[in-house]
């Protein structure tokens, strides 16, 4: 069973650094692509960042502008969002989410399991 945990979500002040991390359990890590995305209270959910199964390659938001970095550790089967210069819009519910896409190449669309969310919340 494809099981994901977040962690690492809270309060920080505007400006402040969090590191989110996403645990994976009941699949072969390598052979997945990672995604994070986040969703405010009133908005739809949108793509965070996202790391290839194959090359690891990245994507990430234009609104992270440089700001977040993804990482991931297949040893221990953890990916890490890395969020740095945080802003009160970045507030929101985090999730990780997992799946091996069909297209290499489209890696960041579509996600079959997902996390059960990290709240994180910067104060202004």
């Known amino acids: 069973e494809v099981q994901l945990v977040e962690s690492g979500g809270g309060l920080v002040q505007a400006g402040g650094s969090l590191t989110l991390s996403c645990a994976g359990s009941g699949f072969f890590f390598d052979d997945y692509a990672i995604g994070w995305f986040r969703q405010a209270p009133g908005k739809e959910r949108e793509a965070v960042s996202c790391?290839?199964?194959?090359?690891?390659?990245?994507y990430y938001g234009d609104f992270v502008k440089g700001r977040f970095t993804i990482s991931s550790d297949s040893v221990q089967n953890t990916v890490y969002l890395h969020m740095t210069n945080l802003k009160p819009e970045d507030t929101a519910v985090y999730y990780c989410?997992?799946?091996?896409?069909?297209?290499?190449?489209?890696?960041?669309?579509?996600?079959?399991?997902w996390g059960q969310g990290t709240q994180v919340t910067v104060a202004s």
């Open positions: 790391i290839s199964n194959d090359d690891h390659s990245k």
């Open positions: 989410a997992a799946d091996r896409p069909a297209d290499a190449a489209d890696y960041c669309s579509d996600f079959f399991y």
